[in-house]
Nanobody, 124 residues
Framework: QVQLVESGGGLVQPGGSLRLSCVAS????????IGWFRQAPGKEREGVSC????????YYADSVKGRFTISRDNFKNSVYLQMNSLKPEDTAVYYC?????????????????WGQGTQVTVSS
């Protein structure tokens, strides 16, 4: 069964950090670009960060640039999102998703799999 499972969300105070993980099963991530997306209540889904399949090219939304870092470990079939200096406006459900093409994923096109999401809440 093809599946992406996110974990690592939770409640954190402003200025704090979280590390999200996304583990794939049923397929190998090696040939896929992987992205993190988020959706806050009442808002449209937005792309947060993406990483290409082979050469490690990364993309970050302006709102998270300098605070978030995406990485992947193909041996563990996993991708991570290190989130530092969190702000209340980062509160959302975070999803990982795959697409064979990096540029498509940056444009928000997802032709692969979606995870079920993990809640991140930034509040004092």
């Amino acid at each position: 069964q093809v599946q992406l499972v996110e974990s690592g969300g939770g409640l954190v105070q402003p200025g704090g950090s979280l590390r999200l993980s996304c583990v794939a099963s049923g397929f190998t991530l090696d040939y896929y670009a992987i992205g993190w997306f988020r959706q806050a209540p009442g808002k449209e889904r937005e792309g947060v960060s993406c990483i290409s399949s082979s050469d490690g090219i990364t993309y970050y939304a302006d709102s998270v640039k300098g605070r978030f870092t995406i990485s992947r470990d193909n041996f563990k079939n996993s991708v991570y999102l290190q989130m530092n200096s969190l702000k209340p406006e980062d509160t959302a459900v975070y999803y990982c998703a795959t697409d064979p093409d990096y540029k498509s994923l940056v444009a928000g096109i997802v032709r692969g799999s979606w995870g079920q999401g993990t809640q991140v809440t930034v509040s004092s």
